[in-house]
Each structure stands twice: as structure tokens, then as C-alpha cells.
């Protein structure tokens, strides 16, 4: 096995998981309730999930509006 493999490897099993996918996770609700829930698009949604758009960076309301649907804290979403 080369040392680039083993290192594809290493990243895919070491990859932080998202708090906003965990939270979802935790209460059994997939990303498409979840922004429904929230009033926010699907797209976001994946967007927050996948790391391609910082949660941190979101507008309050956003991240309340998570947090309440996901009964935990908006600072849980973006440790």
C-alpha cells in the first residue's frame, strides 16, 4: 500500500464529524426535516453538513432556529 492510500485512508476515518449532522443524528431527524423544521433551504442545510458553507459564520436566526429544532445550544453547532 502506498504511502498516499494509506494517507486517503487515514483522512476519511479520522474526518471530524459535523455538529450539526451529530445533533441531527441524535435526535433521529434527516437533513430534509431538519430544514424544514427550520425554515431553511435543503441546500444550505447540506451546505452547513458538508463544511463547503462555515455554520459559524450564519445569521443568528439561523442558528437559533437549528438549535431549537435540534433541542440543543447554538453554541453546540458551531464548536
Known amino acids: 500500500m502506498d504511502i ?3 494517507m486517503d ?6 474526518k471530524p ?3 450539526l449532522k451529530e445533533m ?3 435526535c433521529g431527524i434527516s437533513q430534509t426535516q431538519s ?5 431553511l433551504p435543503l441546500r444550505t442545510m447540506k ?3 458538508q463544511g ?7 445569521q443568528a436566526e439561523t442558528l437559533y432556529a437549528l438549535a431549537k429544532t435540534l433541542n440543543g445550544t447554538m453554541e ?3 464548536k
Not at 35 to 39: I, K, M, R, T, V
Not at 52 to 58: G, L, M, Y
Open 35 to 39: 430544514a424544514n423544521l427550520s425554515n
Open 4 to 6: 498516499m492510500h494509506s
Open 76 to 78: 453546540e453547532l458551531i
Open 17 to 19: 464529524v459535523c455538529p
Open 24 to 26: 441531527c443524528q441524535k
Open 9 to 14: 485512508l487515514m483522512a476519511k476515518y479520522l
Open 47 to 49: 451546505a452547513y453538513e
Open 52 to 58: 463547503t458553507v462555515d455554520i459559524a459564520k450564519a
